[in-house]
């Protein structure tokens, strides 16, 4: 590009619980919980629990030798499910008895889920040891995903949910089954670290379909809702908050639960404690219709009372599947690095002081990259400003300089420039204030984005 050469002078112008029976609890924990084993053998296993049980409706030619034989992982494990019913003859069980079963005596066919989007840096273990993670890559029960200071990854379930894992979340599937004597699904997650967002489908009318997502301290049973799950570990504290449907919250550890509905939260402490509370409402975004030209992607919120801290996302979908960053920040501002072009979406809350995050608000937000850089330099009686930028398309730029009151017209006004600078050549002695704009054209879309004004102060000559 050329540079403008101008005589002044001239011219003025931004888990499994355990639940085994005693007596024949060492098989089952080895078979269902391996890492557990050690745990087991020197606690007693509590008794089922609802989420870990399963009803089955007897039907004719039943007993509990042929559902043994037939829909459990070992015949003999029909003692477990006579004990836990109180049934005195296995052979004889009447028609539409409703037999109760825990599910870790249940033959089960492992169900996949599979990675729907993924950024940044995400490791996967799978089997022996670690496989690449891939769009599109099968985790199968077992598999483990954990995400790095840039990673996110969104999985998809059999039956349509998804859990989304921003930067630095430990994710383990621990089940992920269909029970071959009801076709029941049976999911069950454990977040080991950080926290994960999940969109429920509903797991229909079957009241043995279960969808849980557990921590080291709590458990969160849900059938079709949007909340999220997240543990602390350097506090062994657990958190769910619950935005769309319900969600049935308990402690591992105490056994103490609450029943969380939208727009509520529980803390589960180490100790069992179960504290529910009101999520802040969603702060705003200010000035959300403002198209994002510089480099740096800035955004502000207007702060919420009690809120002591926020947390801003940014997606490339309205669901929050393909997300491009992640950030929380005890202030209310906001700057994000390396933001492509294009109609992205903006997620806002608000975090109390107990660490539960508050509902959220979206906002659409237009990107297109129009950055502008310049500087200015003296040479004998000649000031030279330069210019230039990223940005994509046809670009020309203004420059307008003036005296730094503001008072009077502007001293230099131009337009349409396609040059890399201008020079000035005599300009006087004063303090002048000067900046540069650039417009962009690209696809049809004008974008305009201009520097600050700067002072600029020329001395007289000694």
């Known amino acids: 590009m050329d540079i403008v050469d101008m005589d002044i002078a001239n011219r003025v112008k931004s888990a499994f619980g355990p639940w085994l029976?005693?007596?024949?609890?060492?098989?089952?924990?080895?078979?269902?919980?391996?890492?557990?084993?050690?745990?087991?053998?020197?606690?007693?296993?509590?008794?089922?629990?609802?989420?870990?049980?399963?009803?089955?409706?007897?039907?004719?030619?039943?007993?509990?030798?042929?559902?043994?034989?037939?829909?459990?992982?070992?015949?003999?494990?029909?003692?477990?499910?006579?004990?836990?019913?109180?049934?005195?003859?296995?052979?004889?069980?009447?028609?539409?008895?409703?037999l109760k079963i825990p599910l870790g005596v249940l033959r089960a066919d492992p169900l996949s889920a599979r990675i729907i989007a993924l950024r940044g840096t995400v490791t996967m273990r799978q089997g022996d040891g670690p496989v690449p993670a891939r769009i599109g890559s099968e985790l199968m029960p077992g598999a483990a995903l954990e995400t790095g200071t840039d990673g996110f990854v969104t999985i998809q379930l059999p039956n349509g949910s998804r859990t989304s894992m921003p930067t630095r979340t430990r994710l383990r599937i621990a089940r992920l089954h269909r029970i071959n004597l009801t076709g029941s699904i049976d999911y069950d997650l454990a977040v080991e670290g950080g926290k994960v967002e999940t969109i429920a489908s509903p797991v229909g009318s079957d009241p043995n379909n279960r969808f849980r997502i557990r921590t080291p301290r709590a458990l969160a049973a849900v059938r079709g809702t949007v909340f999220r799950v997240a543990f602390a570990e350097d506090?062994?504290?657990?958190?769910?908050?619950?935005?769309?449907?319900?969600?049935?919250?308990?402690?591992?550890?105490?056994?103490?639960?609450?029943?969380?509905?939208?727009?509520?939260?529980?803390?589960?402490?180490?100790?069992?404690?179960?504290?529910?509370?009101?999520?802040?409402?969603?702060?705003?975004?200010?000035?959300?219709?403002?198209?994002?030209?510089?480099?740096?992607?800035?955004?502000?919120?207007?702060?919420?009372?009690?809120?002591?801290?926020?947390?801003?996302?940014?997606?490339?979908?309205?669901?929050?599947?393909?997300?491009?960053?992640?950030?929380?920040?005890?202030?209310?501002?906001?700057?994000?690095?390396?933001i492509p072009n294009g109609s992205l979406f903006v997620r806002a809350s608000a975090i109390a002081a107990s660490g539960l995050e508050g509902m959220p608000q979206t906002f659409a937000m237009r990107r297109v990259l129009a950055g502008v850089t310049a500087s200015a330099g003296m040479d004998a009686d000649t000031m030279r400003f330069a210019w230039g930028g990223e940005g994509e398309g046809r670009r020309t730029y203004s420059f307008q300089l003036g005296l730094a009151d503001g008072k009077g017209p502007l001293l230099v006004d131009e337009a349409g420039l396609q040059t890399s600078g201008i020079r000035l050549r005599r300009l006087g002695p004063g303090v002048y204030r000067w900046r540069v704009g650039v417009r962009q054209e690209s696809g049809g879309e004008v974008v305009e984005n201009w520097l600050p004004f700067e002072k600029l102060t020329v001395a007289a000559p000694e």
């Open 21 to 98: 029976a005693a007596g024949i609890a060492g098989s089952l924990i080895a078979a269902m919980a391996p890492a557990q084993a050690k745990t087991a053998r020197i606690q007693p296993p509590a008794l089922p629990t609802t989420q870990d049980i399963i009803e089955y409706s007897v039907r004719k030619g039943d007993s509990l030798f042929t559902l043994g034989r037939q829909s459990f992982d070992r015949p003999d494990h029909y003692r477990i499910v006579q004990r836990l019913n109180g049934i005195a003859d296995p052979r004889r069980i009447p028609v539409g008895t409703v």
């Open 235 to 338: 506090e062994a504290v657990s958190l769910t908050e619950v935005v769309e449907g319900a969600v049935a919250a308990s402690s591992t550890t105490s056994g103490a639960a609450a029943r969380l509905t939208p727009g509520l939260g529980a803390v589960i402490a180490a100790s069992g404690n179960v504290k529910t509370e009101a999520l802040l409402a969603p702060p705003t975004l200010r000035d959300p219709g403002r198209v994002q030209t510089d480099p740096l992607v800035t955004l502000a919120v207007a702060p919420v009372g009690d809120a002591r801290a926020y947390r801003l996302q940014i997606a490339e979908d309205a669901g929050f599947t393909r997300i491009l960053a992640d950030r929380s920040a005890e202030a209310a501002q906001f700057a994000f690095e390396g």
